[in-house]
């Protein structure tokens, strides 16, 4: 080999640094239902431009408001700039995430990481529906890492995720909470494209949501493992055979974990109860509550979703929630 070609394969292999290194947008561990998909796409490769997206987002206290000091992205990820547009909290900036791509697709290694400051408040939710694509080759991958420090409010409230027919996805969330901090956050997952009749068609979901403080201790784990192709849904625990699932987890020092179940409880079963199994449990050490809704109807969850919201919004921090603004 000669110089020169080694020194351009010296290049190639620094290319993008630290952040295109695989140590860094694949998880440490993957699900084995989800591992033992593995394979080479006959499309581009995993490692390719365009199938490993990163995002970096921090947001700082500037004067009596909070403001994005720290942004890195790279394709498929992206933002729209923070808008501010909510009068009852104009020092919150309400963050969209955005993708460039039609959707989740086999190889794809997604990789977000949110740093919110101390005494920051910040809501985040995604511009649209989040699509996983049919896969016939390998998995896909997405990971979201919050770190909330102290003193910090953060919503953190996407659109929900419609799993296709022969999609294949791992899904983590992991959140570094501060004593002082609070979190509203949210999953919806729906069970295919129900308007074509497409329903847990998909061929592994799972996804784990994980909090612990910076000390590493746990406060909150939930997992779901779906794979309908193994003819189960999870039963009433997961999704029973409905079409959507979706889970709230609320982790507050600033109530009492009683009181919000009982809120929850007020708000969620009377006015949905009849179409939306529903289930609210305290999490341990009064850290906060956990919600779990199965429904057959996106709408409805959604609706119940938002009542949640913004009954919480109102008892954490004495104002109402506004218009979320989608396009």
């Known amino acids: 080999m000669s110089a020169v070609a080694t020194s351009l394969q010296a290049v190639d292999h620094q290319y993008g640094g630290p952040r295109l290194s695989p140590d860094h947008y694949e998880p440490g561990w993957v699900p084995p239902d989800v591992a033992r998909h593995n394979g080479v796409p006959d499309t581009l490769p995993t490692g390719s431009p365009g199938k490993i997206g990163l995002l970096e987002l921090e947001f700082g206290r500037r004067g009596d408001g909070t403001e994005l000091v720290g942004h890195y992205q790279k394709s498929p990820l992206q933002i729209m700039r923070p808008l501010y547009y909510d009068p009852l909290r104009p020092d919150m900036p309400y963050t969209y995430l955005m993708s460039t791509g039609a959707g989740i697709m086999q190889g794809d290694r997604l990789r977000s990481d949110l740093t919110f400051g101390e005494g920051t408040s910040s809501y985040v939710t995604t511009s649209a529906y989040t699509k996983v694509l049919k896969m016939e080759h390998d998995y896909a991958v997405a990971q979201m890492n919050l770190d909330l420090r102290a003193g910090a409010y953060v919503e953190y409230l996407p659109d929900p995720l419609i799993a296709f027919g022969q999609s294949r996805l791992y899904q983590r969330t992991r959140v570094e909470l501060a004593e002082s901090a609070t979190l509203i956050a949210g999953e919806t997952v729906v069970a295919g494209r129900l308007g074509r009749g497409e329903r847990h068609q998909y061929t592994i979901l799972a996804s784990d949501f994980e909090v612990r403080r910076p000390s590493g201790q746990i406060l909150a784990l939930d997992r779901v493992r779906i794979?309908?192709?193994?003819?189960d849904t999870g039963g009433l625990a997961v999704m029973g055979d409905r079409d959507v699932l979706s889970m709230l987890y609320v982790l507050t020092p600033d109530a009492p974990a009683q009181e919000l179940n009982d809120l929850l409880h007020s708000v969620?079963?009377?006015e949905f109860g009849a179409?939306?199994?529903?289930?609210?449990?305290?999490?341990?050490?009064?850290?906060?509550?956990?919600?779990?809704?199965v429904g057959d109807d996106v709408m409805g969850v959604s609706r119940a979703n938002t009542a949640a919201w913004r009954a919480l919004r109102r008892r954490l921090t004495g104002t109402e929630a506004p218009l979320i603004r989608k396009s």
Do not use: E, F, K, T
Not at 275 to 293: C, E, F, H, K, T
């Open 227 to 231: 794979s309908p192709s193994a003819g």
């Open 275 to 293: 179409s939306v199994d529903i289930g609210v449990s305290a999490l341990p050490a009064d850290a906060g509550v956990w919600v779990r809704m």
């Open 268 to 270: 969620l079963v009377p």
